[in-house]
C-alpha cells in the first residue's frame, strides 16, 4: 500500500467533513432569508430582479379623469409563478389566477388594483434592485400615492417605450391634468351629478359658455379637460362644444 492510499482515507473524511459543515451553513443562511417558504421567493429583492427581467407594467384604461395599470410576469415554466404568487398571498398582495398564453407557449402572473399595485411597486423599489424599470415603476407608485399627475406618468412611459427600456410601443396620448385621488373625486362627482360621459346624458350649455369655452381652447389653450372640469360637465361636451364631433350641443338663452 502506497503512503497516498494510506492517506487518502482520511483526507477525504477531513474534506467531507468541511464540505459538509459548509453546505450546512450556507443552508441555514438560506433558511433564514426564505423562511418557512424554503423554495420559493422569501425577499423583494428576488422579487425586483425577476420584474426587472420578465416584468412589466401595463396601462389597462385609459378614462377621462384617470388611468388604471397592471403589472405583469410571465415565463415559461408555471411552477415559478406559483412560487411567486405564493410570497405576494404571503404578504398580503391579491393577485389574478396564472393564466396561459398558448400562442407564445407562456404563463403569466398579473396584479391590479390601487393598493395591491402600490404595495407591490413599494416592494421592490425599496429593495434597490430594479435597474432596467425602475423609472417607470417609481412613476406609477408615485401617480397613485397622489404626488404626480396622470401627464407625467404617461409620459415616463412613453419615453421608456422610445428608449426600448418598455416592451410596448403603445403611444399614450390622453390628457390628464389631475392625479390619481383627483381623478377618482372627479368621476366621483360626475356620477352624483349625472354628467357621465354618455350619449343618453347631454349637459346643456348656454350660448356664451360655448363662445367661452372655444375661445379659451383656441386662445389660451387651455386642456379640454380642464375646460369641462370649469364647466362642470363631461369632456365629451367640451368636445362637440368645440365642434370636434359629429352631433350638437342643446344650448339655452
Not at 121 to 148: H, I, N, P, W
Not at 195 to 220: F, G, N, P
Amino acid at each position: 500500500m502506497t503512503r497516498f492510499q494510506e492517506k487518502t482515507p482520511a483526507s477525504m473524511a477531513v474534506v467531507e467533513t468541511k464540505e459538509s459543515c459548509e453546505f450546512s451553513s450556507l443552508k441555514q443562511q438560506f433558511q433564514s432569508i426564505g423562511g418557512s417558504n424554503q423554495h420559493g421567493y422569501g425577499n423583494w429583492c428576488a422579487v425586483a430582479a425577476y420584474f426587472d427581467g420578465d416584468g412589466s407594467v401595463f396601462v389597462s384604461r385609459k378614462k377621462f379623469y384617470n388611468v388604471t395599470f397592471v403589472l405583469e410576469w410571465s415565463d415559461n415554466y408555471s411552477p415559478q409563478l406559483v412560487q411567486l404568487r405564493d410570497f405576494f398571498i404571503a404578504n398580503g398582495i391579491k393577485t389574478g389566477e396564472i393564466t396561459q398564453r398558448r400562442a407564445e407557449n407562456l404563463y403569466r402572473l398579473r396584479i391590479s388594483g390601487r393598493e395591491s399595485i402600490f404595495n407591490t411597486a413599494r416592494g421592490m423599489l425599496l429593495s434597490m434592485c430594479t435597474f432596467k424599470k425602475r423609472r417607470e415603476l417609481a412613476s406609477v407608485a408615485e401617480y397613485l400615492q397622489g404626488t404626480v399627475e396622470g401627464n407625467e406618468v404617461l409620459k415616463v412611459l412613453n419615453e421608456e417605450a422610445e428608449a426600448g427600456q418598455r416592451v410596448s410601443k403603445k403611444r399614450y396620448a390622453l390628457d390628464l391634468p389631475f392625479t390619481h385621488s383627483e381623478g377618482v373625486a372627479i368621476a366621483r362627482e360626475r356620477m352624483r351629478e349625472g354628467t357621465r360621459h354618455s350619449s343618453k346624458s347631454r349637459a346643456v350649455l348656454t350660448k356664451r359658455q360655448v363662445e367661452d369655452i372655444r375661445r379659451a381652447y383656441e386662445e389660451s389653450g387651455t386642456p379640454q379637460s380642464k375646460l369641462a372640469q370649469l364647466c362642470r360637465v363631461s369632456r365629451a361636451t367640451i368636445v362637440r362644444a368645440l365642434g370636434r364631433e359629429r352631433g350638437h350641443v342643446a344650448t339655452s338663452d
